[in-house]
């Protein structure tokens, strides 16, 4: 049974475009979720090329089966299943499956679920402050993804960027002070 869409709703305007087969539809969906989904994709395949084509193969599941979906709670438990699903028969498939298939023999052994589930919380909270990132200049906002979302430590940041260790840390705590007070800004 479907169950009427409240067309007066903000949230809901992507799901009514979505079904009317509009694309920008699916472009407010992509701009809320991609960046939460490349992050849960690059924590099981750790190559985030790969994670960039099983979110890209996602986005166009929805596209296919836009008549199917009546709310955004049932697109995105829709694109963590699709996207998690996809990182697992790609670990299978791939030349690393040797390596991973510890990690994978593990995570099912201690609730799979879980696992995810605690990836989908963090994915979601790196979702809420990436608009927040996007508001530091440019230098500290690079910085902060290198160290936070790329896992570089400051020697490697230093190096790749052309300058000091010192600049690194003093750019890093500029952004954490930075991202604290928009969060306390916000409601």
Known sequence: MKHKINKNSPAN???ILLQRSNEKGLSIIFKNYHPGLIYFATQYLK?????EDVVAESFL???QRRQDFESLPAIKAFLY?????ACINLLKQSNR???CHE???YLAEKSEELYAEHKMIKAELLNKIWQDIELLPEVRRNIFKMIYIDGLNTFEIANALH???DTVRVQKAR???ALRAISKQKP
């Open 103 to 105: 990690e994978i023999r």
């Open 163 to 165: 300058i000091s260790v």
């Open 13 to 15: 305007e992507a799901i």
């Open 175 to 177: 952004a954490l002070n």
């Open 61 to 63: 599941k929805i596209w």
């Open 97 to 99: 499956y040797a390596a």
């Open 47 to 51: 190559d985030s090329q790969a994670a």
């Open 81 to 85: 299943t699709t996207v998690r699903n």
